[in-house]
């Protein structure tokens, strides 16, 4: 029962959007997410056998179809039950449980598998570090509420950018004491490091995006592997073993063994990585497969093993997804994640 749960949990993951009927009205306020592989959508969170899942939404097409039904909600898929019970959970900002800001998803860097800066400035223009601070105090108010994240694309500068994170964590931790704040910057002096940590923040992520250092250079050009991975290290020292997540990104025409030797690389150093399918679409699709040739799609299958295998490899060197609860160990919507999960 739970392998079949997981495999729909990973067949929800990697395909399309859910169609909703006109006349539906959703419990919960609809997401529009500025980061992550929803970046630009409206989106709901589907909930079942104690996992999530963040999907597209839209009264027109989708891949899966929800329909309510006496008493309950399922999905379907090509007209058959493919869950047959799920809620609807509701998100604070961004994800169920935690106020998760993007302070900026314009960006400087053209990292090309990246929907944020392709948004406009409309997503988050009026956010600052005062704004967002109220926001935090009032949803923290609420029953559902676990933690604060925050993440940012770069503008004028790294430094500049870590400066109004930094703030903004001041903030928010000087207006609520007790809070768990998550931070995922991309930083590229130790230095940023401390500023954070001593600003408030408890949890950090430094996303090294592939393993593969040719790819990396291909689709982040105008950022550094090496420096990524000495800020990784740099990180656990200042936040602790189990305190600094990181993100890989597969489906960039990576192996299966790259994969998980970054992991191992990472845990080796206290780092938990996770590991998230690429999403293309028809903002990045182009850049990609100019740089890339042809993507081939991650499968179930390998969603699956690959998953199982970062799972021994945690477990081997005393990391678990648990010690975090900000970010995407947290919520959980767009991976399978390992101790949560399965
Ligand atoms: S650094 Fe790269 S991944 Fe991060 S917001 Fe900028 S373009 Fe996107
Ligand atoms: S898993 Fe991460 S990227 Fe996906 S919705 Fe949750 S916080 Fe956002």
Aim: include cysteine; glycine fraction near 8%; proline fraction near 5%.
């Amino acid at each position: 029962m739970e392998e079949d749960m997981i495999r729909r949990k990973a067949e929800l993951i990697l395909g399309g959007g859910v169609r909703i009927p006109h006349d539906w009205r959703p419990p919960v306020r609809i997401s529009r997410s500025t980061a992550g592989p929803g970046a630009g959508t409206r989106g709901l969170v589907f909930r079942f056998s104690g996992m999530r899942v963040k999907k597209p939404i839209s009264t027109d097409e989708g891949e899966f179809e929800l329909q309510p039904y006496e008493g309950g909600l399922r999905l379907l898929r090509a007209g058959e039950v493919f869950i047959e019970s799920v809620e609807i959970e509701p998100v604070i900002f961004h994800s169920p449980g935690q106020a998760f800001f993007n302070l900026d998803q314009r960006c400087d860097f053209r990292c090309l598998f990246c929907a944020s800066p392709s948004l406009g400035v409309e997503a988050t223009k009026n956010l600052t570090p005062e704004s967002i601070t109220e926001m935090v105090a009032e949803a923290s108010e609420r029953e559902d509420f676990v933690s604060v994240a925050l993440t940012s694309g770069v503008v004028g500068s790294v430094a500049a950018t870590v400066e109004s994170m930094v703030r903004t964590v001041s903030l928010i931790r000087e207006r609520l004491p007790w809070v768990t704040i998550g931070v995922e910057p991309y930083v590229d002096d130790e230095d940023q490091i401390w500023d954070l940590r001593e600003a408030g923040a408890d949890e950090m992520k430094i996303n090294v995006e592939t393993p593969d250092a040719d790819i990396f250079a291909k689709v982040c050009p105008d950022l550094d592997h090496a420096l990524v991975h000495r800020m990784i290290e740099a990180a656990v020292e200042i936040f602790g073993r189990g305190k600094v997540s990181s993100n890989i990104i597969i489906g960039l025409g990576e192996t299966d063994e790259q994969v998980l030797d970054e992991v191992r690389r990472l845990a080796e150093m206290g780092c938990a990585a996770g590991i998230r399918p690429l999403k293309v679409n028809d903002i990045n699709r182009t850049a990609l497969e100019e740089v890339l040739g042809t993507l081939k799609e991650v499968d179930t299958d390998r969603l699956i093993r690959l998953a199982r295998g970062q799972k021994q490899i945690l477990e081997e060197n005393d990391l678990d997804t648990r010690t975090f609860s900000t970010m995407c160990f947290e919520c959980g919507c767009c991976d399978l994640v390992p101790f949560r999960d399965f």
